[in-house]
């Protein structure tokens, strides 16, 4: 059995052609979904995702600005930046571009940004939203592997899903997406303890540990379902995921490449979150008209 590829670009595509619509018809009643983009410093990764990003948004007709700012721009100053575009009645999303120079504090960042603004899904307050099964956004990541799972038919109920990584932007959202489609959710990370008889018990296996080709065929249940969200470079810096593909695929029902597998769905669910906000802005405009009447 050789595994059926889970192609992230046509999935993504399909949702973009419906957002292309959904923007048009927007902008038809006076909103333009617009995003705004805050890059600190000059690393070379954050530049090439950050350019993917606004040639995405125009793409399907979106507003896209973006703000570069030194590597030693002060934390104070980002901050205030950050403050004039929650009340920029013309900005629907704000995406502040990780990682932040060590002097900037992560946290900070991510709670100055507006809930109702934060398409990331980072905000403590959407968080608890997503905990607690609210309408909110979603992290882009997360929520990209469950609209692959839903276009590819693959129904996380009953079924046990092993997530490899913990960290607050993949790991531990992820889980939480699948326990919401009553899946029975296992995490592992560096302190598990015979990891492999954890993963060889998953119907959905995960891998989110950002090294390169750390999951093998023996990590494995024969008819798994293997999503891996790693980029990573190998040793001939190549671009590969955190599964070694070519020996999972023999074993694996379901598997993503790297690339072209989570990667389109993450900038993708960024732009679905983006337009949103801006339903949600056009909504709350067309209700205060209501009332002024």
């Known amino acids: 059995m050789t595994g059926k590829e889970i192609n992230g670009k046509d999935i993504s595509l399909e949702i973009r052609g419906k957002l292309q619509k ?16 805050i890059l600190v410093g000059d690393n070379p990764a954050s530049k090439t995702y950050v350019k993917s990003k606004q040639k ?54 991510i709670q100055t940004i507006a809930p ?19 309408d909110t956004f979603l ?57 492999k008889s954890l993963t060889n018990q998953a119907d959905i296996l995960v891998a989110a540990v950002g090294k390169p080709k750390m999951i093998t065929a023996d990590y494995v249940k024969e008819g798994a379902v ?17 599964v070694d593909f070519d020996d999972v695929k023999e074993k694996a029902a379901f598997i993503t490449p790297v690339p072209g597998g989570v990667g389109p769905m993450t900038i993708t669910m960024l732009l679905y979150n983006t337009v949103k906000s801006a339903k949600k802005t056009l909504n709350h405009r067309n209700q205060n008209k209501d009332v002024v009447k």
Do not use: W
């Open 56 to 109: 995405s948004c125009r793409e399907i007709g979106m507003e896209s600005i973006l703000m570069e700012m030194p590597f030693d721009t002060s934390e104070e100053k980002l901050l205030a930046e950050i403050k004039k575009l929650n009340d920029n009645d013309d900005i629907h999303g704000i995406l502040v571009q990780l990682p932040l120079p060590s002097h900037i504090s992560e946290i900070k960042v």
């Open 226 to 242: 293997v999503i891996d969200v790693g980029i990573n470079r190998d040793e001939n810096g190549k671009l590969c995921g955190d």
């Open 116 to 134: 109702k603004k934060d398409v990331d899904g980072f905000h403590p307050v959407n968080i608890g939203r997503m905990m607690t099964g609210q």
């Open 22 to 37: 959904e923007v048009a018809a927007l902008i038809d009643k006076g909103v333009k979904p617009g995003l705004a983009v």
């Open 139 to 195: 992290p882009c990541t997360p929520f990209g592997v469950m609209e692959m799972l839903k276009y590819t038919g693959i129904d996380p109920e009953g079924k046990h899903a092993v997530i490899i990584g913990r960290s607050n932007i993949v790991g531990k959202p992820m889980g939480q997406l699948l326990l919401r489609e009553n899946a029975t959710v296992t995490y592992c990370h560096s302190k598990t303890s015979d990891m």
